[in-house]
């Protein structure tokens, strides 16, 4: 049954504009993420949220902002999308952070950046 | 540098036989290891892990073997079914950076 909400599924955009994804987990974890995962299947974490501060931001480039109202939502937000963009986007959730054991996934959504 | 690396990167196998898939790592501070199974269309999911003070753990169909000294692991699945096609990641469980770091998957192909 699934746990972490995404939506949309898929996205498609020209360049230059702004996107926003929406993640939300009815886990009662009390840390969300973000991850890339590009054409390859390599997942690289981008974002990760405890009691909404930021614990972990990885050098992405600064078009990208994670948004959070609340534990259990967190939004990615893209400012002027580029090419290298496309990418399906997966929000996770655990309990505590780097908590591989309680780390579940959304099932993502697709960008294309046209 | 923290990483998590996999081979081999496609994998087929006809349906009935052993699946053997490869996983290795540099950091020592990791002491959980997730596999993950991901589908098409669906993100990855926990099928089977172990800390580092196991060297083995079964799980049905599912083993992992773990060898410290040597800084690697195996995923074994027997009795491989066309349903266990799927892409599949190692992880190491690094709780000092609070991240978990991903292994770039093996595509697991079972012919039927």
């Known amino acids: 049954e699934t746990a972490v909400f995404q939506t949309p599924n898929y996205h498609v955009t020209q360049v230059g504009n702004e996107v926003s994804f929406n993640c939300k987990q009815t886990?009662?974890?009390?840390?969300m993420y973000w991850y890339k995962q590009d054409s390859k299947k390599l997942l690289k974490i981008m974002f990760s949220?405890?009691?909404?501060?930021l614990i972990v931001n990885e050098t992405v480039p600064r078009r990208f902002s994670p948004q959070s109202s609340d534990k259990a939502h967190l939004n990615l937000r893209i400012k002027s999308v580029e090419p290298e963009d496309s990418a399906v986007y997966l929000c996770?959730?655990?309990w505590g952070t780097g908590r591989a054991e309680t780390l579940y996934f959304g099932s993502g959504t697709r960008l294309t950046v046209l | 540098q923290q990483q998590v690396r996999q081979s081999p990167q496609s994998l087929t196998v006809w349906e009935g036989e052993t699946a053997i898939l490869n996983c290795s790592y540099e950091?020592?501070?990791?002491?959980?290891f997730p596999w993950y199974q991901q589908f098409p269309g669906e993100g990855p999911a926990l099928l089977i892990s172990?800390?580092?003070?196991?060297d083995k753990k079964e799980d049905g169909r599912f083993t992992i073997f773990f060898n410290k000294r040597e800084k690697k692991l195996s995923l074994h699945i027997t009795d491989s079914q066309p349903g266990d096609s799927a892409t599949y990641f190692c992880a190491g469980d690094d709780t000092n950076a609070y991240k978990v770091i991903f292994g770039k998957g093996t595509h697991l192909h079972v012919l039927p």
């Open positions: 950091d020592s501070t990791f002491n959980y």
């Open positions: 886990l009662g974890h009390d840390t």
């Open positions: 172990i800390r580092s003070v196991s």
């Open positions: 996770a959730s655990s």
């Open positions: 949220y405890n009691n909404k501060q």
